[in-house]
């Protein structure tokens, strides 16, 4: 139990319509990151959010977006879905100021289908 | 451009023997390197993590080590248990941030 939560855990959504998947992160930690994790591959970093501000993306396009709450919670929304968005979404939360130790926690994920 | 590889995508061994899992990097500036187990339907689990001012670390039957001047790092399971079938993965980050790269994945079977 990593005290990260992610809903829905899945959803079948229609080529070209709009996502959005909820994450609440664990007690104290301030930053948010989401990932991608297609089938047979490693997860592949979305973006982060520390404060309720995007603070680096990876190689994903704009209509890859998100939000995060002053609770620290966040969104990440997809919009005009194409067939291989569908993969699994990982929401991970962390302290901002890492450290050496084992502080960054992923959630269950959502399972995103897109037919 | 894959800067975490993992070579292996799976990996069988026998209920008591060592598993022996390895990942290569490329990007210099990744100075903290963790593995993450994941089972079916689930997210990644932390496992066990090395800093790169660190060669070896331990905690209980899982050590991992770091040989920086080849940009590897392995992760050992001594003994290998049933349980322990998942699939693992190599991440690393830099040391400006807490965003990870991770690596493909090795299947890991432990047979009893």
């Known amino acids: 139990e990593t005290g990260v939560t992610q809903s829905p855990t899945h959803l079948i959504k229609t080529r070209g319509q709009q996502v959005t998947l909820r994450c609440s992160s664990q007690s104290g930690h301030n930053t948010v990151s989401w990932y991608q994790q297609a089938l047979g591959q490693g997860p592949q970093f979305i973006f982060q959010y520390y404060r309720e501000e995007e603070n680096g993306r990876g190689n994903f396009p704009p209509r890859f977006s998100g939000l995060q709450f002053p609770n620290y919670s966040s969104e990440l929304n997809v919009n005009a879905l194409e067939l291989d968005d569908s993969a699994l979404y990982l929401c991970a939360s962390s302290l901002r100021a890492v450290s050496s130790g084992n502080t960054i926690y992923f959630g269950e994920g959502s399972w995103l289908t897109v037919v | ?112």
């Not at chain 2, 903290?32 to 060669?55: H, N």
């Not at chain 2, 079938?85 to 994945?105: H, K």
């Open chain 2, 1 to 112: 451009d894959q800067q975490v590889k993992q070579n292996s995508p799976s990996l069988s061994v026998q209920e008591g023997r060592i598993s022996i899992l390895n990942c290569d990097y490329t990007n210099s500036m990744f100075d903290y390197f963790l593995w993450y187990k994941k089972y079916p339907a689930e997210g990644p689990t932390f496992l066990i993590s090395i800093s790169s001012i660190k060669d070896k670390n331990e905690d209980g039957r899982f050590t991992v080590f770091l040989n920086k001047s080849a940009k590897h790092l392995s992760l050992h399971i001594v003994p290998s248990q049933p349980g322990d079938s998942a699939v693992y993965f190599c991440a690393a980050r830099e040391t400006s941030g807490s965003r990870l790269t991770f690596g493909e994945g090795t299947q890991l079977t432990v047979n009893p």
